[in-house]
């Protein structure tokens, strides 16, 4: 029970206030949104290396893309960060790198496997912070770093945990952990190049936006990288030491309750509808006059 202790001291105010948030908040409304049959053939296969990993994610990406489906945002960084690892772990930066090769395996198979099931309409199996990310994505309406936040969010909060106990985190928890931290060093290193793609691809004015509306951004993360990805080891050696089946399922529920609730906060965060129209048009503002506009209205309502 040394693990389930562990996670009841970790629990903070932010983790609590989203479970609640996931509880008790409706999901947002099912988009129009017709089956792609060829998308569907894509995503039935499992993967089968890390190698197979990379090239279907960034085929997956520039079909998305080309389709102009906001789906493609969160692709844009998940490929980056699947090409990342794969380097990584071909220059022998790992203690395990046949344990890594099916931690990132694993990992894109519960992203591979939410999507089949959202693009086949099959929307109760799709499991909650995917339904909010899918649905906004396809409605096209939020922000792109809406859309990129909720990818991070439901791949990170909630996937990682249940991939790496799909996987097993012993024997060697120990070198097991170290080579799962290692990754956070790995992929601090894309900040810079996951944003300038972004900006290129999709929000010409995205690059303006960190400047003035950083604590917008500092809200709207919830839970950084490092700390989600720290969040799952935990929820994954409860997973692992706890014998009891219905305890494990509540803390599942409960994993699924806190990813949903931060999903719902970043999409519809207390922020008022002003700044986010601004948002909107600095996003897409090449020349940069927008940010004026934003500015002000920031220093309006967030004074």
């Known amino acids: ?13 932010r983790h609590l206030r989203a479970a609640v948030r996931g509880i008790r908040a409706a999901p ?3 988009p129009d949104h017709a089956t792609d049959p060829a998308l569907v053939d894509r995503l039935e296969r499992p993967f089968e290396g890390v190698d197979d990993v990379y090239t279907r994610l960034n085929d997956l990406e520039s079909r998305l893309r080309a389709a ?27 203690a395990d ?16 496997r939410a999507l089949l099931s959202f693009e086949r309409g099959d929307h109760d199996v799709v499991p909650g912070p995917w339904r909010v990310a899918f649905r906004t ?29 799909d996987v097993g985190i012993d024997p060697d928890r120990a070198t097991k952990r170290a080579d799962h931290d290692r990754i956070d060093g ?27 509306l950083g604590r917008f951004d500092e809200a709207l ?18 997973l692992t030491d706890v014998p009891a089946a219905p305890a494990r399922a509540a803390v599942h529920r409960f994993l699924e309750a806190t990813a949903t609730g931060s999903a719902r906060f ?25 940010i004026d506009v934003l500015a002000a209205s920031f220093d309006e309502h967030l004074a």
Not at 74 to 85: D, E, N, P, Q, S
Not at 147 to 155: R, S, T
Not at 221 to 238: C, D, I, K, N, P
Not at 266 to 290: H, I, K, M, Y
């Open 28 to 30: 947002p409304d099912a």
């Open 97 to 112: 790198p046949a344990w890594l090769r099916r931690y990132t395996v694993t990992f894109a198979d519960h992203y591979r």
């Open 221 to 238: 993360s919830l839970f950084s990288m490092t700390e989600g990805r720290a969040w799952a080891w935990l929820v994954a050696t409860v």
């Open 1 to 13: 029970m040394a693990g389930y202790a562990a996670m009841a001291r970790r629990l903070d105010s």
């Open 68 to 94: 102009g489906d906001r789906r493609a945002v969160f692709l844009t960084i998940y490929t980056r960060m699947t090409a990342a690892v794969r380097a990584a772990i071909a220059d022998g930066r790992f």
């Open 186 to 212: 790995v992929l601090a290193r894309l900040v810079d190049a996951q944003q300038a793609a972004l900006v290129d691809l999709y929000a010409p004015g995205l690059s303006r936006i960190d400047d003035t």
């Open 137 to 165: 994505a396809v409605a096209g309406s939020a922000l792109v770093a809406q859309d990129a936040f909720l990818g991070i969010n439901a791949h990170i909060t909630y996937d990682l945990a249940l991939a790496l106990r």
């Open 266 to 290: 970043v999409r519809s965060p207390p922020v008022d509808p002003a700044v986010v129209t601004a948002l909107r048009r600095v996003e897409r503002d090449r020349g940069g006059g927008a």
